[in-house]
């Protein structure tokens, strides 16, 4: 015990030393939403950087719910795509009437649509925690999206309303017709959003929220009622949500169903999780790797939603705290300085899980490729190297990657975790907790 | 209005009944393992596209006996090998992983099988008319459906209430470890009711598919109106989920066939208004709202009934 206690106040002073390394954090955030489109200034970058950081603010808002309070909701798009269907009505009236709103507001109005609604309905909604609580959230969801398809003069049917950013007035002489201005007006919300949402997360409000996902029982014996605490988080990722909603509308210049549907739900609970709850950058990471793949893998292949199906099922049972959860662990190592005890075990398993990665995507191609999409030819080109689905070779070659990989990758995988036993006890008794 | 009336019920009572078979299995995976199983709609999914193409090789009546045992060959591995795994993490994670599943089912089927319906045709045996009501002629096969919904369910409840296996199953809930001490094993019979509860819904799958439309969205449609049924007649409780399956079921049909609106009943709306909300309230037949209602249902007992029917625990 003694031998613990002076290594753990010298991690300690080194971490209230960490105001300037926290300030720091978010001014390297805010310098590189600056920089970055200076840097890669494509337009086709330019739309990536812009999805990504509406995709960042979505998932911190879903993150509320999720990893603050602990509440599982399958319609967290509702609050989003009526944020952005009220940015839309109220940019065309600004256009009309020539009210003297400029466009950076209007993210702020969605933000307002997502919380009046989230207000009217989460006091039912919240009632209850857990596994009712993701089925009412469910069934909120489709009530909504299916009413956008009847009251067609709101939601304009199936293909949604537009509108038209440039018409409103002016701000700084910014017309918001290019998307490097468009990308700027998302990239200040991000910032602002995050901070707010970062902010919340210190308040009492933010803290209480924790306890009631940890132990409402005994929120309710300090004098807090666990509903209300759920409703104002509700409320409060309503709001933020609506504003990723607004921005959406900006960007698109149109508000459409989709945006309301549990395809939008599903997306943004699996760019939440994939990124990892338990931290507040989780799922920053997440949506910027979940938007990447999206656009990317849609290129790529025609399936790229079962390896998102895939990768999100690979998270829940294996890295349950998702790739932030996975970082965070490597801290005490890294402060203890046994990281690199474990790092030769990560090198010899790297191999035969690549090839077992590797056999998963061949087999996935190929059969994709073998029985959907005849009309697409049938070479898969993988790593460089091209397959052709029909061929007998093709497929033995996927079996024996798929096979022979996981049999191999089972046995480094072993020594990984014992590696980590060992570096994660030194790290402990040097007082570095994990 | 006589003839839509009875019509109207037995299709009602039809609908109602199949998803009853599917919920039943929902709802015995809940009581029994408190996993709320998110893929159960993709079981059923399952079962029409192993049954489409098992009779396609072999004909419909060995279909009807194996894919359902397949399905519950894929619902056992994914007990075995996911859940079991993760129940360490709580049942969110157990939610979490159904909830990938249900993706990951639904691209792999639209995968092979391409997101066209399936040609999955009543087999040659039932495709004759029953009977004969106001001059529509009712298909066999729809009888058919009705029956081996009712016989797997009167199964299933003598079995859960009646027999020494029910007896262990409902031991195993609330007494895992004693069960154990008395010599089952209890994992076994998790992944045993895991599996009897897929190969449900792989059953109706494959009577169902036929009669519906079987294509790689279905289980996306289905899936929230099961929920819907479970919250409505209370979790876990079986006669709660009957009860709002039939109700559900008989909503929803008889709302299809009516074509009634506001305009029709009181006249139409002054035409100068243009469109608006209200004209849109106004012109919308019950038909077209006929899939908004069982969520309206959900809502509405959620304000006035929390536990659902027939439901007896809050959370």
Known sequence: MIKAVSPTSAATKRESGGALG?????????????????????????TSFSLIGIAIIFALSYNILLGQTGLLSFGHAVQYGLGGFLSVHVMNAVASYDWPIPLPVIPLIGGIGGLVFATLVGWVMTKRAGTVFAMISLGIGELVASSSLILRSVFGGESGITTDRT???????????????????????????AIAMYALTRTPLGRICNAVRDNP?????????????????YMFAGFFAGIAGGLTAINFEIANSAYLGATQSGIVLFAAFIGGTAYFFGPILGAILVTYLQLGLTNVTTVWQLYFGIIFIGIVMFAPGGIAGILMKHRPLIRAGTLRTVIPSYLVAAIPTLALVLGIILT?????????????????????IPFVATAPTTWAAAAVLLVGGFLVARITWRRVAEAWDRAATVARDRGYLA | MAELIVISTLNGVLFGMLLFLLSSGLTVI???????????????????????????????????????????AVGMA??????????????????????????????????????????????????????????TNYPAYKIFMLVVSVVIFVALLITLKRTRVGLIVQAALTHPSMVGHLGHNVGRVFMLVFGVGS??????????????????????????????????????????????????????????????????????????????????????????????????????????RPMGLLGTRES
Do not use: C
């Open chain 2, 199 to 304: 190969a449900l819904a792989g059953l109706a799958g494959v009577i169902a598919g036929p009669s519906l439309v079987t294509q790689s969205d279905m289980a996306a449609l289905l899936g929230p109106i099961l929920f819907v049924v479970i919250v409505f007649g209370g979790l876990g409780s079986l006669p709660g989920a009957f009860i709002a399956s039939l109700l559900i079921g008989l909503i929803q049909t008889f709302a299809v066939a009516l074509n009634g609106s506001l305009a029709s009943v009181f006249g139409p709306l002054d035409p100068s208004l243009g469109p608006s909300p209200l004209t849109d309230i106004w012109n919308v037949t019950i038909a077209q709202i006929a899939p908004i209602l069982p969520y309206v249902l959900l809502v509405l007992v959620l304000i006035f």
């Open chain 1, 167 to 193: 018409a409103l007035p002016h701000m700084f002489g910014w017309t918001f017709g290019p998307q490097l201005q468009v990308y700027y007006l998302i990239a200040f919300w991000v910032m602002i959003s």
């Open chain 1, 364 to 384: 996935i191609e190929t059969v994709a490729r073998y029985t959907a999409s005849e009309g697409e030819g049938n070479t898969i080109n993988l790593v460089g």
């Open chain 2, 30 to 72: 809940f009581s029994m393992m408190g996993v709320l199983n998110f893929a159960h709609a993709s079981f059923y999914m399952l079962g029409a596209f192993f049954g489409y193409q098992l009779t396609r090789w072999i004909g419909f009546w060995p279909a009807l006996v194996l894919a359902p045992l397949l399905v519950g």
């Open chain 1, 22 to 46: 926290f300030y720091g954090v978010w001014l390297i955030a805010a310098a590189a939403l600056v920089v970055l489109p200076l840097i890669f200034s494509s337009g086709g970058s330019l």
């Open chain 2, 78 to 135: 994914v007990e075995r090998y996911g859940l079991r795994n993760t129940h360490k993490h709580g049942h969110v994670a157990e939610l979490l992983l159904t909830f990938g599943l249900a993706f990951a089912i639904e691209e792999i089927v639209s995968m092979i099988w391409g997101k066209s319906p399936m040609d999955y045709r009543i087999p040659a045996a039932l495709d004759f008319p029953a009977f004969t009501v106001f001059s």
């Open chain 1, 217 to 233: 029982e005994r929120v309710q014996f300090i004098g807090y009622d666990p509903h209300v605490v759920r409703y104002l988080a």
